[in-house]
């Protein structure tokens, strides 16, 4: 079978290895579509401090099941499968207490393990939540992310609240249409780039913002007048804007941080405690967040329109990832099909 590695930064290579074998309590998938992600542009360039070459990259992906393992009664051969990509210990601490996404042990494909660049792949039964037959691929391939946004909205209990997203990417546009499905008042979202906002607008986003030589107080004040936003949600994880969003936040308010940082970022402490700021940390998401996601997908509620904005075939992995760094500013998602 056909399989990608990337060896070192910035190089990616198709090579061929055996098929792996089914085991009880597992699942044979043949992949059909990758999506490519921030974090994956990160192992890509070697940004990523959670992993090392030589590594298998994606964790988004759409496969067709093709054997079960002894055991398995929830897939049967045929069924389409969205991997939840996520794999927990299920004994430590967070996994003890329902926050599997939190795992001490948190392995996600194609950053801490071997991912889903490979055109056979082999996972338990648990990771392999069906979706309809009927939802087409270049849908599909977007639930994985767009329950990223639904975690990150019920993090931030955005329902009957303002929210204001910081960034308009792939993330920051599920997080947004994820906290309007989920009962916000009103959501707005800013970006630099006007593609983006434009997509947001798409997305039907109440408040879409371009915060070309804005501050994020600024944004705020367009976007709900004399209104604060109660929430706000970090989707770009850059140091230059933290601070800023600090400053937008309101007393008692609540700033979630879904954006993967790269460096550290000083903080005032006392600003965030003599405002008893609610700065929560966010990562990935929790089972009923996927099937949540899965549901809204099949349910045809979330806008995905024009959402792919560029396709390759697996082959031209090293052409598809260099597209995919050099165009990051503008792309919303870059997707390889087998």
Known sequence: MRRVV???????VMTECEIPKCGDGQVL?????????GTDIQVFSGKNRFMTFPIVPFHEGIATAVEVGKGVTSVKPGDTICVRPIIACHNCYPCRHGKVNACENFNSLGVQSDGLGSEYFVIDEEYCPKVSPDLPLDEAILIEPFAVGVHAARRGDVAGKKVLVVGA???????????QLLGAEKVAICDLSEEKVEMAR?????????????TIREVVAEAFGSEPADVIIDCVGAKVLFQQILDAAVKTSTIVIVGNYSENVELNVAQIQRNELNVLGN????????ETAIRLFEERRVYVKDYITARYRIEQIQEGMDQAVTGKAHNMKTIFDY
Do not use: M
Not at 29 to 37: E, F, H, Q, S, T
């Open 6 to 12: 990337f060896p070192e930064a910035h190089k990616a």
């Open 29 to 37: 998938l043949k992949l059909r579509r990758v999506g490519v992600c």
């Open 169 to 179: 990417g792939t993330i920051g546009n599920f997080v947004a249409q994820a906290a």
């Open 202 to 214: 798409k997305a039907g986003i109440a408040a879409p913002v371009n915060s070309s030589g804005k």
């Open 283 to 290: 990562i990935t998401y929790n089972r009923d967040d996927f």
